[in-house]
């Protein structure tokens, strides 16, 4: 068995099918391909007594890519929230944030409100 000097050496262990692969997944933590969209960070507390939330508008996708995106959300935060109307629901003041989280994704976000 050959000895490897380096972790580049590694790659010949692995068969260029799943490179192929590999390079497709962008995000990792759903195994999906995240289409770069424009979408909107909104603060309200209208309609909740009080309670602030971040409303995420504009995503454009199916109801799974939503939940996952609004799952990672909640996760990166550590709060809760909910998907509702096509909407993300994050409870608290966690706009830039999540607007950051978003960045990193490929996502363009502006902020809208408050």
Known sequence: ????????????????????????????????????????????????AGKPVTV??????????????AKLLKNKCSVGGSVKNNEIIIQGKYREKITLILESQGHKVKRVGG
């Open 56 to 69: 995420i508008k504009g995503f454009n996708g199916s109801k799974d890519e939503l939940k996952n995106l």
């Open 1 to 48: 068995m050959k000895k490897f000097s380096s972790l580049s050496d590694l790659k010949s262990l692995i068969d260029s099918e799943e490179l192929k692969k590999s390079e497709r997944i962008i995000n990792p933590s759903t195994k999906t391909k995240v289409i770069p969209q424009s979408l909107e960070a909104h603060f309200s507390v209208k309609g909740r």
